[in-house]
Nanobody, 123 residues
């Protein structure tokens, strides 16, 4: 079992930055790929990005590529989402997830989910 808790969300002006953290419990954290998803009001949850178990491979949605960066610290059982140049359309609840499937952009690849943290970028 892996339990995930996101933090770091909040309100920021467009163009600003936030860093989300996702703290994991359990001794097997380092064996999981970690993904970030988001869900805006009235929309389906969508893939933001993911990182492999060792932290040397990442993948991003086109809408965030070049602005968002995912990293992880396996010694601290934590994965991060650095968000720069935020836009109003980035406003959503952000979720982290853990899984061992290679289809990172699919929700079905993930076995465990956090409760989400709200990010609001105001214009």
């Amino acid at each position: 079992q892996v339990q995930l808790v996101e933090s770091g969300g909040g309100l920021v002006q467009a163009g600003g930055s936030l860093r989300l953290s996702c703290a994991a419990s359990g001794r097997t954290f380092s064996s999981y790929a970690m993904g970030w998803f988001r869900q805006a009001p009235g929309k389906e949850r969508e893939f933001v990005g993911a990182i492999n178990w060792s932290g040397d491979i990442t993948s991003y949605a086109g809408s965030v590529k070049g602005r968002f960066t995912i990293s992880r610290d396996n010694a601290k059982n934590t994965v991060y989402l650095q968000m720069n140049s935020l836009k109003p359309e980035d406003t959503a609840v952000y979720y982290c997830a853990a899984g061992r499937d290679s289809r990172w952009d699919s929700e079905r690849a993930y076995d465990y989910w956090g409760q989400g943290t709200q990010v609001t970028a105001s214009s």
